[in-house]
């Protein structure tokens, strides 16, 4: 449904907010060797197939909103093909991308409603601007605001409504003109845990009723973990991790992947004992890891096994299980205690039964 090929975007740092196309600068070798230039994104290929949910997870400035702004051309890529339903968005006229943009839905964080038009007023507007018959519009606004539950505030305005309510009704002005894909920019940023939650069932609700694929952007993993299918991590403009999204939460890949699993599990170690790790084994040292278990390892008594079989003491220092959509995720912070070659066999025997181990650091042994 959505196929981006090799893109990339390029902004001068003094015309970042325009739409302005590196090309014609770039080709005089740029007036300072392209030092101005920011490369919001970099030989980006990303599929997204029909009928998914689609994550985009990132730090503030990696790139996520370049990226789904280029899906609907409200940023032209640099170089790079955009492909929506098969249809080279880059290639259309200014006439014809306004009618692809039709099939193109989009939600924002702040909601962008009209404050002067009442509820029915906003969701009915995309409507009004493709000429739609007045009863076309009244059939298609009332169902659209039953969908997201707000039916019995059609003559409200937006100041009269909650954060959440809004937000209802900019999905429902999105889904006006029956869109094939809804691209949401940080749709629930600015929305508290609880609404949080109702935007996200009504997302799913939606993909799973009229079978729209959604490409959405995020600095939450709650939001990644609770309605996505796949997610991919943007880091500096590049696409550095692509996967399901429970390989994604039980496997992740770079180390940003496992800083953000780690974030959002809030499972470091103790600020006393972070205190006192050193990067370098020593004679007199033991180390402390982070354990990741998934599958059939979370309900195996695989560390009762390890003390026995590798004759080690295990002091666990934190631990916690997690389900991930259909998964289980296990996680552990423990010191292994032993000499440095009981450790290591206990780290060898750990990886074989398929646990992540990840050496924290070193404290020294209190002999």
């Known amino acids: 449904m959505i196929e981006l090929s090799n893109v990339s975007k390029i902004y001068f740092s003094n015309t970042r907010s325009s739409n302005t196309r590196v090309s014609n600068a770039a080709s005089s070798k740029d007036s300072d060797n392209g030092s101005n230039a920011i490369h919001a994104l970099k030989d980006v290929s990303l599929i997204v197939p029909k009928g998914t949910i689609h994550g985009v997870i990132g730090l503030s400035g990696a790139g996520k909103s370049t990226l789904i702004r280029c899906v609907n051309l409200l940023e032209r890529p640099t170089s790079g093909s955009v492909k929506v339903d098969g249809q080279e968005m880059t290639r259309l006229s200014n006439a014809a991308l306004n009618r692809a943009r039709h099939r193109i839905g989009m939600i924002f964080q702040h909601f962008n409603l009209l404050t002067t038009r009442t509820v029915f007023d906003n969701v009915a507007l995309p409507l009004e601007l493709m000429g739609q018959k007045r009863a076309t519009v009244r059939d298609r606004v009332t169902l659209l605001l039953e969908l997201v539950g707000l039916a019995d505030k059609a003559n409200q305005y937006p100041a009269q409504l909650s954060g959440g309510q809004k937000q209802r009704v900019a999905i429902a002005r999105a889904l006006a003109s029956e869109p094939q894909v809804l691209l949401c920019d940080e749709a629930t940023s600015a929305l508290d845990p609880q609404t949080t939650s109702s935007i996200l069932e009504l997302l799913r609700d939606i993909n799973h009723q009229l079978g729209i694929t959604i490409l959405l952007i995020t600095h939450e993993m709650e939001v990644v973990k609770s309605i996505c299918h796949r997610v991919s991590l943007i880091s500096d403009g590049e696409l550095v991790e692509d996967a399901e999204v429970g390989d994604f939460f039980t496997a992740p890949r770079t180390q940003l992947g496992r800083e953000f699993l780690n974030d959002f599990l809030q499972l470091t170690p103790p600020k006393e004992l972070i205190e006192r790790l050193s990067d370098k084994a020593g004679e007199n040292t033991h180390p402390v890891v982070r354990l990741t278990f998934s599958g059939d390892a979370v309900s195996t008594p695989l560390i009762s096994r390890l003390a026995r079989e590798c004759g080690v003491d ?41 646990l992540q181990v990840e050496v924290l650091g070193h404290v020294q042994r209190n002999v």
């Open 314 to 354: 295990v002091s666990i220092l934190q631990a916690k299980v997690e389900s991930i959509q259909e998964r289980t995720l296990g996680l552990m912070i423990a010191e292994l205690l032993g000499t440095p070659t009981q450790t290591q066999q206990a780290m060898s025997y750990l990886k074989s039964h398929q």
